[in-house]
């Protein structure tokens, strides 16, 4: 569990875009999803170094990158596995499962929150805790309540 997110989440400037891999959008648009309510909103704009518990907390990871996540109502993100990308290529990462990545849930569980990673569905949480994967695991995120889902995203090389 990690608490202590000084930084006030909801009222960051969040910029709303689809999912950077075009071969997903269309492998889930070809299976019959909306792809306008595949939409997130990311905050980069954070230095690990004014967030001191993440930095203490995930002390195990080199090279930490985190965004901040909002998913509005009616949004989803189907199932899919990341491959890091532009991470991979900026510390030369071959083997992608040396990556770890986290997502902190900065509130409470509210109704119609999901996260699904592999065959394991989390539909219940606090704020402060955290699911955590490396590699490639097949997940989704998903908002069919009202209110908005908000997360943050930790990625790291296991050291």
Known sequence: MLKNI?????NVPYEFELFRDTE????????????ENTRIGIN???DISQLESIK??????SNIGICFHVLTPGNYLPEH???????A?????????????????LENHKPGHFLT???????????????????TKLHSAINLG???RYTLQVTGILC
Request: proline letters at 0%; one cysteine or more.
């Open 6 to 10: 000084d930084i006030d989440f909801k």
């Open 24 to 35: 997903q959008l269309n492998v889930w648009k070809n299976a019959g999803h909306n792809i």
């Open 44 to 46: 980069q704009s954070f």
């Open 56 to 61: 203490e907390h995930f002390s195990y990871l």
């Open 81 to 87: 596995r990341d491959y890091y990308g532009f991470y």
């Open 89 to 105: 290529n900026k510390y030369n990462i071959t083997d992608l499962n040396q990556i770890e990545r986290s997502v902190v849930f």
């Open 117 to 135: 990673v592999e065959n394991s569905v989390y539909a219940t949480w606090s704020a402060g805790d955290i699911c955590t994967w490396q590699g």
């Open 146 to 148: 009202i209110d908005n």
